[in-house]
């Protein structure tokens, strides 16, 4: 799919005299399945060959309740921040079951993609992210050696709490995140039991 006005090539069957203009890529940042396809193959072989070390790999998926997905639409910088609590939560939940085995100063990694949208096109921000699902730590002999995680369960403690308000605890995960909240005056939203979903239309109408 592209568009033909930015130029296309012509293919011919001799055989049966049949001719198809193919366009080149529309080279656009929209919904355009052959470029966001394109795109999103090249993005995916570049992490496989030159990012991510030949280890498993655990996908991690953080939603937000709905009257938090329009305000972090809205405000990149607060996305950021809560992407960063979120981060600093899968590497201390990795660090302190590796911790628990009796792994010191392991260290792992984590990749974030922000999604804006949902199945039906709806405004749904959430983050994927795709952590190394163990632990390096080097050797006595200078080398790095992988360290495979359990399994995470829904009964596992130390599965992170972002949003005390949500989840109540009181680990420094959630600490952290009432703290910034705090600071933000996204707090405020708590005590509010009907949240205008559209607030925002007026000053950005692409939300």
Known sequence: ????????????????????????????????????????TEHAAHLVDEVLPPVPVRQWVLTLPYRLRYLLAWDHGLSR????????????????????????EGRTGTLTVIQRFGGGLNLNLHFHTLALDGVFVRSAAGQLEFHPALPPSDADSHIPRLFPHQF????????????????????????????????????????
């Open 168 to 207: 109540p605890g009181n680990s420094q995960t959630s600490k952290a995140a009432r703290e910034h909240w705090g600071r933000r005056g996204a707090c405020q939203m708590r005590s509010t039991s009907k949240i205008r979903r559209f607030d925002f239309g007026d000053c950005e109408p692409v939300i």
């Open 81 to 104: 921040a809560v992407l960063a609590i979120y981060a600093r939560a899968l590497l201390d939940f990795y660090r302190d079951q590796a911790g628990s085995h009796s792994i010191a």
């Open 1 to 40: 799919m592209g568009v033909l006005a930015h130029g296309f090539v012509r293919v011919r069957c001799e055989r049966w005299t049949f001719e198809r203009l193919v366009p080149f890529s529309c080279k656009g940042r929209g919904f355009c399945p052959s470029c966001g396809g394109r795109r999103m």
